[in-house]
């Protein structure tokens, strides 16, 4: 079992480069499946979730090339739409694109259901919703298969019941090659609906109005090759800033858009830290002591779920009392236990945390339950006085590249290590 070790306390100096957005590369991988040509993705991160899509789109039968590690060529010519299944599908939520890609290529799909973090209830009825809209006859089969069945997709109106990342990315993705206009009516906004929209349209699709709530498809017939680079992770540039404000330190986070961290940026500020915006960086110093802050998590542009962990992490120790609100997801908060192992005061009533800031966290054994509270627990090993051992670490691996190498080029005392595993021992919670 590999695992984590950090002897905290040391303030992150130096800087950092932030890699292509995990949510947005999976959307444009299953997009490749829209047309027929190779198409040639650039800032692909190297991280789990994308080798294992890539390893469903070459069993599915895409001709898949590493061109290098951060680029890759996808060509589907030559693919088949048979049932991907549960093996296949379980490892990460983003899975469930493949269906919206291949009723939007073929007008039928089977994928068994998707996996993903373990955070609350994530009913995918909206999803659901709109392919019916299209004119998919849905069917739920033995081993969690969903099917869409359509002999000609239309184009259609459709109200979403709030504003869903995946639904929004799935009606696009089914929508595109559809006859007809297709109008996404409470569509979500975030970066990555965006650089799918701009990457669909690179193929030659018509869509207009990504990153409002009203998007609007005019189907075309084709779509053809085309060369993109995805957008720069927004959550990963999240979390190393806040690793900087929350270990004191000095970094600049290089290759972001500022655009895309105005929430984040605004927080971090708010408790304490101080942020300078360049064209593609950011640079953050931040006092000793932060201050606490209140943290409402809602959808886009508003402040983002994905960053409640690492948040969370950095608020044990500011000043005074903290309240973070998760509007997002029923089961976000399970971290906390952990981090109470650590010393921090932390009560948790529902999707309310209310943080009573400490002088400081102390070292423990803790462990990951999904990949963003994988990241808060990096963040407080490197707050906290002592060594901080981190299991269940493949979680990381899903979203972040190299952490481990990122962090120990800014200074951080941080190793990953394989420890065989001894029975009866390990933090089962
Ligand atoms: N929802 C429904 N019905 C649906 C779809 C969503 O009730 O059909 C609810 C969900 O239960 C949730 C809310 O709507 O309460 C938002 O869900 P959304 O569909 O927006 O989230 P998602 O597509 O499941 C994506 C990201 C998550 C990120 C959320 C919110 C991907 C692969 N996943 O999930 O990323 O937290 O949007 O921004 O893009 C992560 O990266 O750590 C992560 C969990």
Redesign the pocket.
């Known amino acids: 079992m590999e695992k984590i070790f950090i002897n905290g306390g040391r303030p992150l100096q130096g800087e950092v480069s932030i890699d292509g957005a995990?949510?947005a590369v999976?959307?444009l991988l299953a997009a490749a499946i829209l047309c027929r040509d190779t198409v040639r993705l650039d800032n692909i991160p190297n991280i789990s979730d994308v080798s294992i899509m890539l390893h469903i789109l070459d069993e599915l039968g895409a001709d898949v090339k590493r061109i290098n590690k951060n680029c890759v060529e996808i060509n589907t010519r030559h693919f088949h739409s048979g049932v991907v299944p549960h093996d296949l599908t379980k490892h990460?939520?983003?899975s469930y694109y493949l269906l919206g890609a291949l009723f939007g290529r073929f007008g039928h799909a089977r994928v068994a259901m998707p996996g993903?973090?373990d955070?609350?209830?994530?009913?995918?009825?909206?999803?659901?919703r709109g392919f019916e809209a299209l004119g998919a006859k849905v069917g739920f089969e033995e081993n969690a298969v969903i099917s869409l069945q359509s002999d000609q997709p239309m184009g259609s109106a459709i109200y979403l019941?709030?504003?869903?990342?995946?639904?929004t990315?799935n009606i696009m993705l089914a929508a595109v090659r559809a006859m007809g206009n297709t109008i996404i009516e409470g569509a979500?906004k975030?970066p990555?609906v965006v650089d799918l929209a701009n990457f669909l349209n690179s193929m030659g699709a018509d869509v207009r109005g990504a990153g409002t709530d009203n998007i609007k498809i005019r189907g075309v017939k084709e779509l053809h090759g085309c060369e993109y680079a995805c957008i720069p992770d927004q959550?990963e540039a999240g979390t190393y800033m806040v690793a900087a404000a929350a270990s004191g330190g000095d970094v600049l986070v290089r290759g972001v858009i500022p655009k895309h961290m105005e929430t984040i940026t605004a927080k971090l500020v708010e408790c304490g830290a101080r942020i300078i915006e360049y064209d593609e960086a950011l640079h953050v110093t931040a006092p000793a002591g932060l201050r606490a802050c209140k943290i409402k998590t809602s959808?886009?542009p508003a402040f983002?779920?994905?960053m409640q962990s690492q948040f969370g992490a950095m608020l044990t120790t500011a000043n005074g009392i903290s309240i973070i609100n998760e509007g997002?997801?029923?089961n976000r908060f399970r971290y906390m236990d952990q981090l109470i192992r650590m010393g921090a005061n932390v009560k948790v009533d529902g999707k309310v945390a209310v943080i009573e800031g400490v002088k400081a966290l102390r070292g423990a054994q803790v462990k990951c339950y999904?990949?963003?509270a994988g990241a808060a627990m990096v963040i407080a090993g490197l707050m906290a006085h002592g060594q901080t051992e981190i299991e269940d670490i493949e979680f990381i691996d899903r979203?972040y590249v190299d952490m481990v190498g990122k962090l120990r080029a800014m200074g951080a005392e941080i190793s990953r290590r394989d420890i065989p595993e001894q029975h009866g021992l390990r933090n089962a919670g």
């Open positions: 995990k949510n999976l959307a990460f939520r983003a993903g973090c955070l609350g209830l994530r009913p995918i009825d909206q999803h659901i019941d709030m504003p869903s990342v995946g639904a990315i979500a975030e990555h959550i959808y886009h983002p779920t994905d997002i997801f029923d999904d990949l963003r979203g």
